[in-house]
């Protein structure tokens, strides 16, 4: 694989994606309104948001032997990832993911992990020349967490910072804890991970379990900074039209990643995942809406 300044361990899943009219009560059928087929699992969003913004970007992720899998092969060289540490598996179907849509925007999602559950820690092996020199190394929760504490060991020994998207909100291995440079929960998953309905309370609980910076994603309330004997800094979100919040915090995610890997000031870094979030819900779909680095200057400089 070749040098990156963003290494990520990627989750694919094919979205089936539909929108109705309320959240749905047990037992309850409602109708749907149309049915896309669309690219998406957390990882592989954070890392084409990454790409888009002019960062050079490697993935490491489980495929399977099918057209999900052929799906995300095209997407990723299209963006210009770095593809050298895909693994396909055919025994699993690819990653799958069930998204409901709601009037507001807002949506609910399952995810059937398929080939993303097969990457084992030996696969890191393969990769780990363009681990070992990146800047950032990212992963979500939809990748098996023994592959993401060694990735993150492998980079801490290395200089590298480590960013984790605690998507699905699973419980975390102690020993993984220690080694997240940066987190970036929203605020649901803020509450599962910390046991703190607070904001604030719940940053300071993954802060004292050694998590280096706490990034909370809180919707329409922008985000918020959380860092041990500093502090908070909390951003609005900027005021636009959503059509969709789907891939929205997974592009707030990869924007972030590619700032930090610029070495980017806090604020400023902030401040692009910030937009680069907003920019993304105002079109259907998870990469429909994220921006190019420039797309995402005229937005700043539109809403200063």
Same mark, same amino acid.
């Given at each position: 694989?070749?040098?990156?300044?963003?290494?990520?361990?990627?989750?694919?899943?094919?979205?089936?994606?539909?929108?109705?009219?309320?959240?749905?009560?047990?037992?309850?059928?409602?109708?749907?309104?149309?049915?896309?087929?669309?690219?998406?699992?957390?990882?592989?969003?954070?890392?084409?948001?990454?790409?888009?913004?002019?960062?050079?970007?490697?993935?490491?992720?489980?495929?399977?032997?099918?057209?999900?899998?052929?799906?995300?092969?095209?997407?990723?060289?299209?963006?210009?990832?770095?593809?050298?540490?895909?693994?396909?598996?055919?025994?699993?179907?690819?990653?799958?993911?069930?998204?409901?849509?709601?009037?507001?925007?807002?949506?609910?999602?399952?995810?059937?992990?398929?080939?993303?559950?097969?990457?084992?820690?030996?696969?890191?092996?393969?990769?780990?020349?363009?681990?070992?020199?990146?800047?950032?190394?990212?992963?979500?929760?939809?990748?098996?967490?023994?592959?993401?504490?060694?990735?993150?060991?492998?980079?801490?020994?290395?200089?590298?910072?480590?960013?984790?998207?605690?998507?699905?909100?699973?419980?975390?291995?102690? %020993? /993984?804890?220690?080694?997240?440079?940066?987190? @970036? &929960?929203?605020?649901?998953? =803020? *509450? !599962?991970?910390?046991?703190? +309905?607070?904001?604030?309370?719940?940053?300071?609980?993954?802060?004292?379990?050694?998590?280096?910076?706490?990034?909370?994603?809180?919707?329409?309330?922008?985000?918020?900074?959380?860092?041990?004997?500093?502090?908070?800094?909390?951003?609005?979100?900027?005021?636009?039209?959503?059509?969709?919040?789907?891939?929205?915090?997974?592009?707030?995610?990869? %924007? /972030?990643?590619?700032?930090?890997?610029?070495? @980017? &000031?806090?604020?400023?870094? =902030? *401040? !692009?995942?910030?937009?680069? +979030?907003?920019?993304?819900?105002?079109?259907?779909?998870?990469?429909?809406?994220?921006?190019?680095?420039?797309?995402?200057?005229?937005?700043?400089?539109?809403?200063?």
């Amino acid at each position: 694989m070749s040098a990156a300044q963003v290494f990520c361990l990627a989750s694919w899943n094919v979205d089936w994606v539909t929108r109705i009219a309320s959240p749905l009560a047990p037992g309850q059928t409602l109708t749907g309104a149309g049915l896309q087929r669309l690219p998406g699992g957390k990882g592989s969003n954070a890392a084409v948001a990454c790409a888009r913004l002019g960062v050079s970007t490697a993935v490491l992720a489980g495929l399977g032997q099918d057209a999900g899998g052929d799906m995300a092969l095209a997407l990723w060289r299209e963006e210009g990832l770095d593809t050298q540490g895909v693994r396909r598996f055919p025994s699993e179907p690819s990653g799958t993911a069930l998204i409901l849509v709601y009037p507001s925007g807002d949506n609910s999602i399952v995810v059937i992990p398929g080939a993303n559950a097969c990457l084992k820690v030996e696969h890191l092996e393969a990769a780990s020349p363009a681990l070992r020199s990146a800047r950032v190394v990212m992963a979500s929760c939809e990748v098996p967490l023994a592959v993401t504490q060694a990735a993150f060991a492998l980079a801490r020994a290395h200089g590298g910072l480590t960013l984790l998207n605690p998507a699905p909100a699973l419980p975390l291995p102690e %020993a /993984l804890w220690p080694l997240v440079d940066v987190l @970036t &929960p929203n605020a649901g998953e =803020l *509450a !599962q991970l910390s046991g703190q +309905a607070d904001v604030t309370r719940g940053a300071a609980a993954l802060l004292a379990r050694g998590v280096g910076a706490v990034v909370v994603t809180l919707g329409e309330n922008g985000c918020a900074l959380f860092r041990r004997d500093q502090p908070a800094l909390f951003l609005p979100a900027h005021r636009v039209q959503v059509v969709d919040t789907v891939g929205a915090g997974d592009t707030f995610t990869g %924007a /972030l990643a590619a700032a930090l890997a610029q070495t @980017t &000031p806090w604020p400023k870094a =902030l *401040a !692009q995942a910030n937009a680069a +979030a907003a920019m993304a819900t105002q079109a259907r779909g998870a990469l429909d809406g994220m921006p190019t680095r420039e797309a995402l200057q005229d937005f700043l400089a539109q809403h200063r």
